[in-house]
């Protein structure tokens, strides 16, 4: 019965795990799990689970504002955020194949609490990659990934066509569409060389195989337990 409960809570769990972009627009509703995606669609590569649309929303060629509810992570008060541009027709569902072209430097994001994340987070001007320049009616495709602290992504995405700054088609932003809520932190990313390149090539295997021996060593009580309960 303890397997079936922890499975059951696992699911319920994974089903509420969701980010929603609130500007400039959304590819489409896929807060769904059913038969066919039994654990969430969001789980699912590039978009979550939703293949190229025509529901494309217009967005300067200069960069634009990008909105989204961060999503729920229940027990997981931290997660990494990627926002990432794929242009070009060559991917399974039409649209771009490639998606790891970075319009920002991953972050942090930064809950109260191990409950669902609440609010939502608006970035204001998010820049085109450097050196890249769009032209009005390119289309493109802007990609969330919201990584849990377990490793597992989630997948949104808005398709876009661009336009020139200040064409009317482009939607406003404004506060109800594009705002930080105040119960949310943001924290950079960075990382400290602990060992350099090479050196793990070098690492003395003995101390590993003493460490894996201490490791046994702990369960001794356990065995010799099992042992006696056996005579």
């Known amino acids: 019965m303890l397997p079936s409960l922890f499975l059951a809570t696992t699911a319920a ?17 896929n807060l769904h799990t059913n038969e066919a995606w039994p654990y969430g669609m969001q789980w699912q590569y590039p978009c979550g689970g939703i293949n190229l649309t025509t529901n494309r929303t217009y967005w300067p060629t200069t960069g634009g504002a990008l909105a989204f509810q961060p999503g729920w ?6 997660a990494l955020l990627y926002v990432n541009i794929g242009v070009g027709s060559d991917g399974p569902d039409g649209g771009p194949i490639n998606m790891s072209n970075p319009l920002l430097p991953p972050f942090q994001l930064l809950g109260p609490s191990n409950g669902p994340f ?9 820049p085109l990659p450097v050196n890249w ?3 009005p009616g390119d289309n493109a495709t802007l990609q969330i990934v919201e ?24 939607p406003e932003v404004n506060e109800s569409n594009c705002l930080n809520s105040s119960d949310l932190g943001f924290a950079n990313i960075y990382s400290v060389t602990t060992t ?9 295997v003995n101390g590993a195989s003493s460490f894996r021996v201490a490791a046994w ?7 010799v337990g099992a042992a006696w309960l056996l005579i």
């Open 13 to 29: 769990t994974l089903a509420t795990a969701h980010t929603v972009i609130t500007y400039p627009g959304w590819r489409g509703n």
């Open 196 to 204: 350099p390149i090479g050196a793990a090539a070098n690492m003395n």
């Open 147 to 170: 990584i849990a602290m377990h490793g597992a992504s989630l997948f949104s995405c808005v398709d876009i066509t661009f336009a020139a700054p200040g064409d009317p088609r482009i």
């Open 133 to 135: 320049t769009m032209n």
């Open 73 to 78: 992570f229940q027990g997981h008060q931290n």
């Open 118 to 126: 609440p609010g939502t987070v608006c970035l204001p001007q998010v």
């Open 217 to 223: 060593l702990g369960y001794l009580p356990v065995l």
